[in-house]
């Protein structure tokens, strides 16, 4: 079976500070892919990232990055200089490929809070 | 170009009517899903289709839920009779074969 993991429910920071948010996934699949998506107050999901198994390069994309490890089964996204718009519930999410399309398993979401 | 509409946005009914909540996937698009994100038991997959035909139902809850794909350009999630723990909010999504996919707004439905 396939699960994600977030174990940071709620983090709270200051506007500027760095902050990285945690995933770790288990899968049997040798093929998979790894998600991220943002939810923001208002309540639409927001894709943000996809990542498949074979690429484990690091990803930058302006003040977000994502850092993918398989030998630890992790998928780290980090936020740099944050700001009190990145202020959302932050989702991991993984799948497998079956039939072309990607059945995505969610992690339980993390709070982040990015105060002025 | 318009990402994934749903409809109503929001949906109060009464325990025991009829519920039907309406998604337009992203022209295109060969797959449609539909989820259910609660405080309890986060976003589940309730059933995804591809080319209109529906290919796993094993996330619907049970057989008060039911979902239809006449087209692809509308889906149709229905509870009937609904029960207040359907209270949640109902995701439609849209991808292209293996493809990221992309969210609709959400229905936000309360039963009483």
């Known amino acids: 079976a396939q699960k994600v993991t977030q174990a940071q429910t709620e983090i709270s920071v200051v506007e500027k500070e760095d902050v990285t948010l945690d995933c770790v996934y288990e899968?049997?699949?040798?093929?998979?892919?790894l998600f991220w998506y943002k939810q923001p107050p208002s309540g639409e999901l927001v894709f943000l990232i996809r990542?498949?198994?074979?690429?484990?390069q690091n990803e930058i994309s302006g003040r977000y990055s994502w850092n993918f490890q398989k030998s630890t089964s992790s998928f780290n996204f980090t936020i740099t200089a944050s700001q009190v718009v990145d202020s959302a519930v932050y989702f991991c999410?993984?799948?497998?490929?079956?039939?072309?399309?990607?059945?995505?398993?969610f992690g339980q979401g993390t709070r982040l809070t990015i105060n002025p | 170009d318009a990402g994934v509409i749903q409809s109503p946005r929001h949906e109060v009914t009464e325990m025991g009517q009829e519920v039907t909540l309406r998604c337009k996937p992203i022209?295109?698009?060969?797959?449609l899903f539909w989820y259910r994100q609660t405080m309890m038991r986060g976003l589940e997959l309730l059933i995804y289709?591809?080319?209109?035909?529906?290919?796993?139902d094993s996330g619907m809850p049970e057989d008060r839920f039911s979902a239809k794909m006449p087209n692809a350009s509308f889906s149709t999630l229905k509870i009937q009779p609904s029960e207040p723990r359907d209270s949640a909010v109902y995701f439609c999504?849209?991808?292209?074969?293996?493809?990221?996919?992309?969210f609709g707004p959400g229905t936000r439905l309360t039963v009483t």
């Open positions: 999504a849209s991808s292209l074969t293996h493809y990221e996919q992309y």
């Open positions: 899968t049997r699949d040798t093929t998979y892919y």
């Open positions: 990542r498949n198994s074979f690429d484990e």
């Open positions: 999410a993984l799948s497998g490929l079956i039939q072309g399309a990607q059945k995505l398993v």
């Open positions: 022209s295109g698009h060969d797959y």
């Open positions: 289709f591809n080319n209109n035909v529906p290919i796993d």
